[in-house]
């Protein structure tokens, strides 16, 4: 009887998926599958819908990793994403452990966190271009701001140097991202087991000591994920470089993505390069993901084999109950 | 020795509510100068940018900013559309999809879940060129369908929200409905729904977080002024023709992040404890 049961439910879990699987299809796999072909092709040109493979079949992936402008879209995200990522993982590690120290309880941390967090979600658009007026020269609320404190005494024209942009594009995102990040570590801290605290405390552990020695390490996956999200997001960064110097001056905030856009839905229509670069950056996420996804994948197969045994023990004591009624 | 902790603990939290007010002031500084720039003319701006005090200009800057292509009624309206029926099926349909992920025993289950996993990182970039060509062949460019539709499959949601039935969805529940003779669906509907409405609301305020904010493929897919989104209409602004305008520019992104800000204030909480949770980016 039971088998029978088994047989006659399992048709819904396809069922159910179904909606997802086919949407997943047609708008997420085929368009990728579609960008790859592209990638092949000679098809260029706004409104053309023809197109044939190319007699080389690498020739536009061989272009591409020679372009100057991708080679520095690249190093660029590379120079942002880091300039961004090491004050952001500094400063909400610092937070978190400020936050979940035992010893003094800081007032106010809900009130904190809602400030921290708030920049990531607004929209980005808006606050590349907030940015981008706070930073105008000769007269902006940065420059005027500096001025008063007497760090400068005459206004800098912030938006014309290389570095500057760089730095600039780095620093918004720092300023976007360590709240959340902050977030996602002080949960991660609530997670340990206080147990592991509580006989570190009676050992007579320094709070610092607590910090390096039971809480960094048990941070581990969290970090890691931490780390291999950002980069990912690094390499899709879109809105700020766009929108707060259209990627230059002179390429300086040039990202991959612009990069994508620009060769693609501007200028000559180049859909099979852009194709061809999209392509590559797809290799280089699954590399990161297949990283991220080897370390979570054991904890969730552990937790559903888990799952199926309880599920399995609690069928059998219902059915008992069950036959112990009739 | 008692002494020397305590003093080190004051010296503790000089350092530390320093450190957050600076940080504080910083999430604030920038969105307060924009505010307070709205309402101010372009001379006034000119003469000093920086300033804490609203002045008396918003209504020219409303005038300024409505005269040309920024048409906020339009972008909110458009932003609206897009969002508010995305959230709809990505909530909708990713319950149902982690309701099989977790209450059914099929075969291919596992192989699905691994899947979701996979495909979780994969940003709308990659797919861009074959994704718009796609859409342009088939006349649904400037269509909000292409927009909506594929929040049918959002893989991190399905992902936020198995994780959340397994912990809380309790199997027997589901037995005992079907020993009352209710269907697979009519179960799903109006037993496993209502349990997951902390997880969907979650999930709800994300995703319309994210499709409000988001430029990339809209900027691709929109050609049609009268179709363009929020963060569209906000690009416009830095264009030439409001390159003087400091005011009404300053206006016009006050207009664009209002919403968000009341609804953020409204829904801290749960966005914050929505974070800690999910540890998934929207």
């Known amino acids: ?178 709240g959340y990040t902050m977030l996602i570590l002080t949960s991660g801290v609530m997670g340990i087991n206080p147990e592991i605290y509580e006989a570190a405390e009676i050992d007579g552990t320094s709070g610092i000591q607590t910090f390096f020695y039971i809480t960094l390490p048990n941070l581990k996956t969290i970090l890691l994920y931490v780390l291999i999200t950002s980069m990912i997001g690094g390499l899709n960064m879109f809105d700020i470089p766009k929108l707060f110097m259209q990627g230059g001056p002179d390429n300086s905030t040039l990202t991959t993505s612009v990069f994508i856009y620009n060769q693609a839905f501007s200028g000559s229509y180049l859909y099979n390069r852009a194709a061809a670069a999209s392509m590559i950056m797809f290799v280089i996420i699954a590399i990161f993901s297949g990283i991220l996804f080897y370390v979570m994948r054991d904890k969730s197969e552990i937790e559903i084999k888990k799952e199926a045994k309880r599920a399995k023990k609690e069928r059998m004591r219902l059915l008992e109950e069950q036959e112990a009624a009739q | 020795m008692k002494q020397r902790s305590k003093s080190k603990s004051i010296l503790f939290k000089v350092v530390v509510y320093s450190v957050c007010l600076l940080l504080a002031i910083l999430s604030v500084l920038p969105f307060w100068v924009m505010f307070v720039n709205a309402t101010r003319d372009t001379y006034q701006i000119q003469q000093t940018a920086l300033s804490l005090i609203p002045s008396t200009h918003l209504m020219d800057n409303i005038k300024i900013l409505l005269g040309k292509t920024f048409d906020p009624m339009k972008g909110l309206t458009n932003s609206m559309i897009v969002s508010v029926s995305s959230t709809l099926l990505t909530i909708y349909f990713s319950a149902l999809t982690a309701y099989a992920l977790v209450a059914y025993n099929w075969k291919l289950r596992s192989p699905f879940f691994t899947f979701i996993l996979a495909v979780m990182m994969i940003p709308a970039q990659v797919s861009v060129i074959g994704f718009y060509q796609f859409m342009y062949k088939i006349g649904m460019t400037n269509n909000f369908l292409a927009l909506i539709l594929p929040s049918v499959a959002a893989p991190a949601a399905v992902f936020f929200m198995r994780q959340f039935m397994l912990a809380s969805l309790p199997l027997e529940l589901i037995e005992a409905s079907r020993i009352d003779g209710a269907s697979e669906f009519y179960t799903f509907n109006k037993i496993v729904l209502p349990i997951m409405k902390p997880a969907m609301a979650t999930q709800a305020i994300f995703t319309f977080v994210s499709s409000w904010n988001s430029l990339f493929l809209p900027l691709v897919l929109l050609t049609d002024n009268d179709k363009y989104t929020m963060p569209i209409m906000v690009s416009l602004l830095r264009g030439d023709i409001y390159k003087t305008e400091y005011g009404a520019v300053y206006l016009g992104l006050a207009l664009t992040v209002l919403p968000l800000f009341i609804a953020y204030f409204l829904l801290s909480r749960y966005i914050i404890e929505g974070v800690a949770l999910g540890g998934v980016k929207g």
């Open chain 1, 1 to 178: 009887m039971k088998q029978k049961r088994n047989v006659s439910y399992a048709k819904y879990g396809y069922i159910f998926s179904l909606p997802f699987i086919i949407v997943f299809a047609i708008f997420s796999l085929y368009p990728i599958i579609y960008t790859g072909v592209i990638g092949f092709t000679d098809y260029k040109g706004l409104g053309t819908t023809t197109w044939h493979f190319l007699d080389e079949p690498f020739k536009n992936f061989v272009t591409i990793l020679n372009n100057g402008s991708f080679r520095q879209a690249l190093k660029n995200t590379f120079i942002i994403w880091t300039l961004n990522f090491i004050p952001q993982i500094l400063m909400a590690l610092l937070l978190t452990a400020w936050f979940t120290s035992r010893r003094n309880k800081v007032r106010g941390k809900g009130f904190f966190k809602v400030l921290f967090y708030m920049p990531n979600i607004i929209t980005a658009a808006s606050i590349a271009i907030l940015f981008y007026a706070l930073f105008s020269y000769p007269v902006g609320p940065v420059n005027s701001l500096l001025m008063q404190f007497g760090i400068i005494d005459k206004p800098v024209y912030f938006l014309v140097s290389k570095a500057n942009a760089r730095a600039i594009v780095a620093f918004i995102q720092f300023w976007m991202w360590y």
